[in-house]
């Protein structure tokens, strides 16, 4: 099971923290990712942690701006999200599954979803 939150509506520059409770997995056990969709595009794989190597990747659009992080004490995984723009609109989504490293960026390596979050960054 798998429950985003934290979405919202920022100015351009800001920042926002996304938040997954999950239950029923450790993040060890699985793959996690959190990926996006914006309007009229494919959901796309911004930042994914791998259950093979426990490496985190990032999309290069995100990368030193979005951070991945776990909290095994409180079950949940977030993103951190800095220096926000507005071409990062979309509804946000955590999901995950078995994807190895080759599809951890692939909606198809997860069977799990959240049901989405929406962050609106304004110009």
């Known amino acids: 099971q798998l429950q985003a939150s934290g979405g919202g509506l920022v100015q351009a520059g800001g920042s926002l923290r996304l938040s997954c409770a999950r239950s029923?997995?450790?993040?060890?056990?699985?793959?996690i990712g959190w990926f996006r969709q914006a309007p009229g595009k494919e959901r796309e794989g911004i930042a994914c942690f791998s259950a093979e190597d426990h490496g985190t990747y990032y999309a290069d659009f995100v990368k030193g701006r979005f951070t991945f992080s776990t909290d095994n004490t409180k079950n949940t995984v977030s993103l951190q999200m800095n220096s926000l723009k507005p071409e990062d609109t979309a509804v946000y989504y955590c999901?995950?599954?078995?994807?190895?490293?080759?599809?951890?960026?692939?909606?198809?390596?997860?069977?799990?979803w959240g049901q989405g979050t929406l962050v609106t960054v304004s110009s």
């Open positions: 999901a995950a599954g078995q994807a190895i490293w080759s599809m951890l960026t692939m909606v198809s390596g997860y069977s799990y």
């Open positions: 029923g997995f450790t993040s060890d056990d699985v793959a």
